[in-house]
């Protein structure tokens, strides 16, 4: 059975930062593509960041290029995202997901991944 467990959100201050993880059991993450999902209150799910199963490539939304890092552990078969200067408008429940054939890092909608994590707040206030 295939599990993805977030860690816990939380309450930063605009300009702050903060580091979300994602472990994965019952599946290998390395195999594809895994990728962050946000969803704000009343807005759709969308990508915030996606990375290769081979190489480690990454691909940005423009809203967070710059500010955000995706990596993983493979050791730990763990992913992670990397939160710096963090703004009101990144306030949103953030999703790990996985996909089962994708292997590269490219822009992805939402049904193109086939596991999700329970998702975890983030909120960006002062």
């Known amino acids: 059975q295939v599990q993805l467990v977030e860690s816990e959100g939380g309450l930063v201050q605009p300009g702050g930062s903060l580091r979300l993880s994602c472990a994965a059991s019952?599946?290998?993450?390395?195999?594809?593509?895994s990728g962050w999902f946000r969803q704000a209150p009343g807005k759709e799910r969308e990508e915030v960041s996606c990375?290769?199963?081979?190489?480690?490539?990454?691909y940005y939304a423009d809203s967070v290029k710059g500010r955000f890092t995706i990596s993983r552990d493979n050791a730990k078969n763990t992913v992670y995202l990397q939160m710096n200067s963090l703004k009101p408008e990144d306030t949103a429940v953030y999703y790990c997901?996985?996909?089962?054939?994708?292997?590269?890092?490219?822009?992805?909608?939402?049904?193109?991944?086939?596991?999700w994590g329970q998702g975890t707040q983030v909120t960006v206030s002062s």
């Open positions: 997901a996985t996909t089962l054939g994708i292997t590269t890092a490219r822009p992805l909608g939402v049904l193109e991944f086939d596991y």
């Open positions: 019952g599946f290998t993450l390395d195999y594809y593509a």
């Open positions: 990375i290769s199963s081979s190489d480690g490539s990454s």
